[in-house]
């Protein structure tokens, strides 16, 4: 795993690798935001798709609950909260009924949760088209 700061430097280090346009391409995409792989992986098809960009570890203060959580990723103009559930969100009671109480305070302030696991990074592209119809359901003419 790198950093941003890391991947620029190896770019600046390296100026003759034969790599070099693709380490750049690489920086241009990556995030000191994002948590985990799985989110990496759908924001980065995302942002190599026509559709918006969504934000990395988006904070927001949710008002009726009093508290701020942090979305894996967020398109705030729209309400759409993309978050990735790996197995423990199943497994550990505490973390699924945290996880239903958080989608319940997320619905009161309006915000949709488009929820994926594991299985849908084996098809991004069928992740990207579910992503698009629920941005075009809130608004988005792209």
């Known amino acids: 795993m790198s950093t941003r700061s890391r991947l620029a430097a190896a770019i600046e280090t390296y100026p003759s690798r034969v790599g070099r346009p693709l380490l750049r391409r690489a920086l241009g995409l990556s995030s000191d935001h994002s948590r985990s792989r799985p989110e990496s992986l759908v924001r980065v ?3 190599l798709s026509p559709l918006p960009t969504p934000l990395p570890n988006y904070e927001l203060f949710l008002t009726i609950a009093r508290r701020t959580v942090y979305f894996d990723l967020a398109y705030p103009e729209y309400k759409l909260e993309l978050e990735y559930h ?6 550990d009671v505490r973390q699924w009924r945290s996880d239903v109480r958080r989608a319940n305070d997320i619905g009161d302030e309006g915000w949709q949760t488009l929820q994926y696991t594991g299985d849908d990074l084996i098809n991004l592209t069928a992740m990207r088209a579910r992503v698009e119809r629920r941005l075009r359901a809130l608004g988005w003419n792209g």
């Open 45 to 47: 098809d995302l942002a």
């Open 86 to 91: 790996g197995d423990q969100h199943r497994t």
